[in-house]
């Protein structure tokens, strides 16, 4: 669980040491009493957000920042994209210091949200890809040659002329995934990209995502409650959880440490039959019986199984990973 | 210049998205019309029981509604609707996408929206402006004609910056909506002359909400009866505002991220 | 009965807390409503002035307690439905109400009273205000005062109706904003608000007289001016109460044709 990867021979592009963040939030009981105390007095509380996060990428990784709800996934990538100060700790993306929001630095980020549009509503999405052109003062062959590359990639055709109101979610999504690359950033911001998408759009956007930084080097720091996301594109992951990073490494890693068990799904000839003497049953389903065994026991299980039972089908696997994060998230800091 | 550049940029995407709305220019053409005819029907009560209100003639009064309509129709073509817009995208965590951008966030949140069928009261502005300026005969010299625009230009200035100051309240405040209501119930007082009023009314014009400069000023310029100390007024008070209005807007982001005091 | 009333206890409860909770809002709102008279006031008394003291049988002082008086009238019967209709029509809350057992105008009368409750105080303190910087002149008289009350609730009434009916405009069309203007521009000219209807030309007043606008507003002030004669004030009161009468059935009938349209359409 450290920083220090011996990949980071070049200087890291982004780079954080015990970062910390904090709000003041302001609370009220309900209760038309409580409402006219609060005329004269308002009552705050102090809620860490981020607690002494410290990590670092090297150019062109592409690295996936989980953790549930209200974890600070969002407030780490907005005090690495400027949009927030820090409380404390130092924060460094590709040498500039964020919250500066240096002209020279916004030209080389971007941040992508879910669920929000920066582009404008009642006109197609080509206009607004004027708009940022003249932000970022895309030279005009420059721009060309990226709007015809991400349309290819990313299939947006037709799209482009239709008013943004009248596109599917998706569609939406796609435009305005082509809109944050136009500038060719160096360094990608994605907060919970496929959000609210359907599997095919989800798939369609990873794929894309991973041939973009296949493509341009771009480094891509990647924050999703979608464990599906993470693994098609992220080979690190980085665990926060209530503020506190709790694992930052390989997701191979993180499943091998994490899991003290192995799933073993078993296609039996007979129905019906007791399998609670092998082990854990997660589900028993016409024959098809799912087994959670201590990783240790794998081995004599299946041998077990294979000799004692009329076995169709075997087969060994890791636990969902979902299951592996809710562990490490109940298991706090390991 | 830069800041020309972006504006065409933004006035271009504001009117692709309009023209979809052709029904939009006759309705505000009805508007339009309709609130002038009020304007006009109160002076044409009002004037015929006096020939002259407080020492301005009917002429004099009118060039202040076409300036009353030519800079409402102003504020109401960029001001209030990009202010608007920023005040909601506060709320939405839009204003994310805007302070990702690479050019100065208080302009590109500034020229944001653009209804451009409220031009249509800038045409009208002018319209009755010139008509007054024709009735008024050709006493408008080139040091009137200076002190006009002089007084025009510090005006639209000092409402912008006004503007912002309050729309930069939302970092601080929640439904600042309303507040942005004040200068519009305030502004009403501009279709008369502010010296017409009270001192206390006068005053609260003034340095409160500074209607008188925006509508009254210009209007005295353009009846010759506007001295020399209250056309630098106007200017240092543009100056400073804008100022202000820099401080705050910064003083805001500063909250807005999250940097200690 | 007590169902209704039960109702109305718990709406006014939320809507205070919500008042309440945007105390701010309230207070810039008045502004808007105390500058108007104030404008008018002051052009009027500067005409007054250069016509030797009066117009039209009106002073200084007479026009000052006319538009304050104005002032009250208007606040205690304004209504801001026909702004809120055509959105929750668009938004999709309408059809919330129609689920529910109870016809929404109950909900927009709570809320309308609710508020006036919670200006009263300020609204007052503004009069007082205004009374003690334009000194206005008032021939108060026990009988008017008390006149004054049933007046002011009929013309409240009449002119909620009458407003909410216009903003059922919304069900038929979507250009409203051209509608509520036009409804206020007439309100503004042939109400009395601004300027004393005596002062305009006869066939305005006349126009003015035939529609209820006259009644609304500028009866009852006339009426707190102690302008009027008792058999004027009875007779203002009947006309109102048969304006009272028209209301209600034109609001029943757009009402219920507007609904048609409305769920024929796709609530």
């Avoid at chain 1, 206009?127 to 040659?145: K, Q, V």
Wanted: a positive charge; hydrophobic letters at 50%.
């Amino acid at each position: 669980m450290g920083s220090g990867r011996s990949e980071l021979g070049m200087s890291p592009v982004i780079r954080i040491r015990d970062l910390c963040k904090t709000y003041v939030v302001t609370e009220r009981e309900p209760g038309v009493g409580a409402a006219l105390r609060s005329l004269l007095h308002r009552r705050t509380r102090e809620t860490p957000a981020v607690e002494r996060v410290s990590f670092a990428l090297a150019p062109g990784e592409v690295v996936g920042f989980i953790g549930p709800n209200g974890a600070g996934k969002t407030t780490t990538l907005k005090m690495l994209s400027g949009l927030l100060h820090p409380t404390s700790g130092e924060v460094s993306v590709l040498g500039y210091v964020p919250w500066k929001r240096e002209k020279a630095f916004l030209r080389q980020i971007t941040l992508l949200m879910g669920q929000r549009n920066q582009l404008v509503w009642d006109i197609p999405a080509a206009d607004s890809f004027e708009l940022n052109r003249a932000i970022y003062r895309i030279p005009a062959a420059d721009f060309r040659r990226t709007v015809d590359e991400l349309t290819d990639l990313l299939e947006l055709g037709p799209l482009l002329r239709k008013p943004v109101r009248n596109l599917s979610l998706g569609e939406r999504m796609k435009c305005e995934v082509a809109a944050a690359l136009l500038h060719r950033p160096q360094v990608v911001f994605l907060d919970e990209p496929t959000i609210g998408l359907d599997v095919t759009m989800q798939r369609r956007i990873r794929a894309f995502l991973a041939e973009y930084n296949r493509r341009c080097g771009a480094t891509i720091l990647l924050t999703s409650h979608y464990m599906a996301d993470v693994e098609a594109l992220c080979r690190r992951v980085i665990v926060i959880h209530r503020g506190q990073l709790l694992f930052d490494g390989d997701l191979s890693d993180l499943v091998r440490r994490f899991t003290a068990h192995k799933t073993i799904v078993v296609q039996l000839g007979e129905s019906h039959l007791d399998l609670r003497g092998y082990g854990e049953v997660v589900s028993a389903l016409d024959g098809a019986v799912t087994l959670r065994v201590p990783k240790a026991e794998t081995a004599r299980v299946t041998g077990r199984l294979l000799a004692e039972l009329p076995v169709i089908d075997l087969t060994v696997e890791d636990p969902p990973i979902e299951e592996v994060i809710e562990r490490v998230f109940a298991q706090e800091i390991p | 210049m830069r800041y020309l550049l972006l504006l065409a940029v933004y006035v271009r995407v504001n009117v692709l998205g309009e023209l979809a709305y052709r029904a939009a220019f006759v309705m505000q053409l009805f508007e339009s019309g309709v609130d002038l005819g009020t304007a006009l029907g109160g002076l044409a009560v009002v004037f015929s029981y006096t020939d002259e209100l407080g020492g301005w003639r009917p002429d004099e009064v009118l060039a202040l509604v076409g300036i009353f309509f030519l800079v409402g129709g102003a504020i109401r073509l960029v001001i209030q609707p990009s202010m608007t817009r920023f005040i909601e995208s506060v709320r939405e965590g839009t204003l994310d996408f805007v302070l990702t951008k690479p050019e100065d966030a208080q302009l590109l949140v500034s020229i944001q929206r653009v209804d451009i069928w409220k031009l249509t009261d800038v045409a009208l502005g002018v319209g009755v402006l010139a008509v007054a300026l024709a009735r008024l005969g050709t006493r408008l010299g080139p040091w009137e004609a200076l002190a006009f625009g002089t007084a025009l230009v510090a005006g639209g200035v000092i409402v912008y910056s006004f503007w912002l100051i309050l729309a930069t309240l939302s970092f601080w405040f929640v439904r600042v909506e309303n507040i942005l209501v004040i200068f519009q119930s305030m502004y009403e007082a501009g279709r008369w002359p502010v010296t017409l009023y009270p001192r206390w009314l006068r005053y609260a014009l003034t340095f409160l909400v500074p209607v008188a400069f925006v509508t009254t000023v210009p209007a005295q310029a353009l009846a010759g009866r506007l001295d020399a100390q209250t056309l630098l007024e106007a200017v240092a008070l543009a100056a400073g505002l804008s100022v202000v209005a820099r401080i705050c807007w910064r003083l805001g982001l500063r909250r807005y991220s999250g940097a200690s005091a | 009965m007590r169902g209704l009333a039960d109702i109305y206890a718990q709406q006014f409860r939320i809507t205070l807390a919500s008042f309440l909770q945007y105390r701010a809002s309230i207070f810039i709102w008045m502004i808007g409503g105390i500058l108007e008279p104030v404008i008018y006031l002051a052009v009027w008394s500067v005409v007054s002035r250069s016509r030797g003291g009066s117009v039209g049988g009106f002073r200084a002082e007479d026009f000052a307690a006319y538009f304050i008086a104005m002032m009250l009238v208007n606040h205690l019967t304004y209504t801001w439905i026909i702004y809120e209709f055509e959105y929750r029509i668009r938004q999709g809350s309408l059809s919330m109400a129609l689920l529910r057992p109870l016809h929404p105008i109950h909900s927009d009368i709570v809320d309308n009273v609710t508020s006036k409750l919670i200006s009263m105080p300020l609204l007052a303190g503004t009069a007082l205000l205004l009374t003690l910087l334009f000194r206005p002149a008032f021939h108060l008289s026990l009988w008017a005062l008390a006149a004054f009350v049933p007046a002011l609730l009929l013309a409240f009434a009449v002119r909620f109706l009458i407003e909410w009916t216009l903003a059922l405009a919304a069900f038929w069309t979507v250009r409203v904003s051209a509608i509520n203007q036009g409804y206020f521009v007439v309100l503004l000219f042939l109400s009395g608000q601004m300027a004393p209807l005596s002062l305009f030309p006869e066939p305005l007043q006349m126009a003015a007289a035939i529609l209820p606008f006259r009644w609304i507003l500028s009866f009852p002030v006339e009426l707190l001016l102690g302008r009027l004669t008792p058999v004027e004030t009875l007779a203002g009161l009947a006309i109102l109460l048969g304006w009272l009468a028209a209301a209600l059935i034109g609001l029943m009938a757009t009402w219920r044709a507007g609904v048609r349209i409305y769920s024929a359409v796709g609530a």
